[in-house]
């Protein structure tokens, strides 16, 4: 790419290198932005009796909101406009001093030294751009009780009580924009790995020694980035709910169709309340799931049957662990389908009327359907083969006691085997997947809030990483993998 761009307003190579990419991103942050509001707005439309008036006033919040100073969309211009406007001045600037010490010989910058400046400008807007976005909305000074409640304007008119101007006063919370640095770190560590084994590969290639195993090393580790961030996702939605958005809690429970009481034994299990051997006054919980299905009452009694019979883990299915596996395969399967194969069809209408579009629309959504299937039988099936098939073989009951099992190493056992599942998805999918869920598993290890004296780190890490993605989808757009890296491709270039 040139880099070399006149600063001219009225220029059409100034217009489509520098004021298009500024608009393109406005454009695609506002509707980012609004697409889920509006999505809300009419939900909410046909639940509540509204006048006329009151839905077009809800109606324009919705729309207006995003035109903020500080908002998402005015973040993504400036961050695009800042990486973008920066660069060419800075050129101009030099090519100009250049021309002047050498008689205007040799005017073009070498390659690192426009790497230097488009990474140093990339900084600076993203430095400048986040700090935009995070001004004047902090977290607002309230008991959050979870993650999920946050509150991003930091007025609050409640009146305070007496007693509470004698308690110390609570830190300044914020992190409102972590899942957006996640991101943004997430895909910039994929971008320097990649770039690392592209330099190693080239080097062993060059010497003779490139092998078969090092040719499938990239798929096989997106597909243990995926497992590992995975295993991560589901340990928080058995034991830390509150880590996960809603919708992504609700999902995986219509997936798992597990029931809740069971659920609920596994966690008591670990925090030492539910207890084998003991009468902790827990019974009632197990012992109205087997009057539902008709099982023997002492099967619910942690007294009296040690551990819970994994027929009580199948809900229904029968004693066979591997039964149990394929009919949650057949099942999922059936559902998955249900969603993903309308979805491939409808992406394709346009080649509607060819037979082959419509056959790889089934093929693939079919495919997917097969991994979650997959990923849910092997989840189940990892928690019986460790509890009740292997692990009581492996390990003496008194080394690793069922207690210890169904306190959380059957749940651990069941969340390190799902993941590998993503082996049935193709290699461009897996790499979708594994940069979609490793944000995610980021986010429950990582406090949602903090102190605001901590905000720096979180600054520094953004900007690094917005100026390595931006740089390399100047330079080397290849390297930004997935339809992330096309989608801003196609924006920044």
Request: hydrophobic content about 45%.
């Amino acid at each position: 790419m040139d880099p070399v761009v006149r600063l001219n307003l009225h220029d059409r190579h100034f217009r489509a290198r520098v004021v298009q990419p500024i608009l393109r991103a406005y454009a695609l942050g506002y509707l980012s932005a609004v697409t889920p509001k509006c999505l809300s707005y009419l939900r909410r439309l046909g639940s509540r009796n509204w006048d006329s008036n009151q839905k077009l006033r809800e109606l324009a919040q919705v729309l207006a909101g995003p035109l903020r100073i500080n908002s998402f969309p005015t973040f993504c211009a400036a961050l695009v406009g800042g990486s973008t406007f920066l660069p060419a001045l800075l050129y101009r600037v030099l090519i100009s001093i250049r021309g002047k010490s050498r008689n205007n010989n040799d005017l073009q910058l070498s390659l690192p030294l426009r790497r230097v400046i488009q990474f140093v400008t990339a900084f600076i807007s993203a430095w400048l751009s986040f700090q935009l976005l995070n001004k004047t909305r902090g977290v607002s000074q309230k008991d959050v009780k979870n993650d999920k409640e946050l509150v991003v304007d930091q007025e609050d008119s409640r009146e305070v009580p007496v007693d509470a101007l004698e308690r110390p006063p609570r830190p300044e919370l914020v992190g409102r924009t972590m899942d957006l640095t996640l991101f943004t770190v997430t895909r910039a560590v994929d971008v320097v790995a990649c770039l690392a084994w592209g330099l190693w590969r080239r080097r062993r290639a060059s010497q003779n020694r490139w092998t078969l195993v090092e040719s499938l090393a990239p798929g096989l580790a997106d597909a243990g980035v995926f497992a590992m961030s995975a295993a991560v996702v589901m340990w928080a939605w058995f034991y830390l709910p509150e880590k996960l958005p809603r919708s992504y809690e609700k999902w995986i429970g219509e997936v798992a169709k597990v029931d809740s009481r069971l659920i609920e034994a596994l966690r008591r299990a670990r925090r030492a309340v539910f207890v084998y051997g003991k009468d902790t006054g827990q019974a009632p919980l197990m012992e109205s799931m087997c009057k539902d299905y008709n099982w023997p009452i002492e099967w619910g009694d942690p007294v009296k049957t040690i551990p819970i019979p994994c027929e009580m883990v199948h809900m229904g299915c029968g004693p066979n662990c591997e039964i149990h596996a394929v009919s949650r395969f057949a099942r999922t399967f059936k559902f998955a389908c249900a969603t993903y194969i309308p979805l491939q069809i409808v992406l394709r209408l346009r080649g509607f009327k060819n037979p082959a579009v419509i056959t790889r629309a089934i093929s693939e959504g079919a495919q997917s359907s097969a991994f979650l299937a997959s990923f849910v039988s092997l989840f189940y099936y990892g928690v019986c083969l460790s509890r009740t098939r292997l692990g009581p073989k492996i390990f003496d009951k008194n080394t690793v006691t069922p207690q210890m099992w169904d306190s959380g190493l059957c749940v651990g056992a069941g969340c390190l085997l799902c993941g590998w599942s993503v082996l049935v998805e193709k290699a461009r999918k897996r790499q979708e997947l594994a940069l979609f869920v490793a944000p995610r598993a980021a986010a429950t290890v990582l406090p949602r809030l903090y102190d605001k004296k901590y905000y720096y780190r979180e600054h520094i890490a953004f900007a690094t990483s917005a100026a390595i993605l931006i740089t390399c989808l100047r330079e080397k757009p290849r390297l930004v993998r997935g339809v992330f890296g096309r989608l801003a491709n196609s924006l920044l270039n």
